[in-house]
């Protein structure tokens, strides 16, 4: 039973909610400036579907 429940708060598994998983993550913003490939943009556009789909957009920060 130790191990178990040892294994779960090393994994950080343990019944947190999803605005606290999320409260370290922001979705990638990008600026006029900003010169990007296609691979970089698809790359960008699928951690930020993927933040969304996990986080929820209400639980989102945007990084400037």
């Known amino acids: 039973m130790l ?3 040892l294994m779960l708060s090393v994994s950080g598994c343990g019944g947190t909610s999803a605005i606290s998983e999320c409260s370290w993550v922001q979705i990638i913003t990008v ?9 970089t943009a698809r790359e960008i556009l699928s951690h930020n579907l993927k933040v ?3 986080c929820g957009k209400g639980n989102l920060s945007r990084s400037v």
């Open 3 to 5: 191990l178990p429940s």
């Open 31 to 39: 600026s006029k400036q900003d010169v990007l490939t296609d691979q």
């Open 52 to 54: 969304e789909t996990v």
